[in-house]
């Protein structure tokens, strides 16, 4: 009888051991996952910035001179302009309008 019990015991041990690789598994894969997709978000805000970046550049070709910190500033300075914030509403605008 005592051997019947270790025998059981051992088949239930094996099993969980099973499952528990299992859900190792699952976690992993969730992981992958999560991790595929912020990658992915990464990549796009690259992109974007990127090619944001060169239409700057392709329209005011002069901004390639500047430094970093002064190209920061200049931006500033253009947003901050009454019109600049009305046209960049009015582009808001018609974009979450769906033109």
């Known amino acids: 009888m005592h051997e019947k019990e270790i025998e059981k015991l051992q088949a239930e041990k094996e099993k969980v051991e099973r499952q528990l690789a299992q859900e190792e598994h699952k976690i992993q ?10 990658k992915g978000e990464r990549r796009k805000r690259a992109h974007r910035l990127i090619t944001r970046g060169a239409a700057i550049e392709s329209v005011a070709p002069q901004t390639k001179g500047l430094s970093e910190t002064a190209f920061y500033a200049f931006a500033e300075q253009v947003f901050a302009l009454p019109d600049a914030q009305k046209l960049l509403m009015e582009a808001v605008g018609r974009h979450a309008g769906g033109d």
């Open 29 to 38: 894969r969730l992981e992958n996952r999560a991790a595929y997709y912020e």
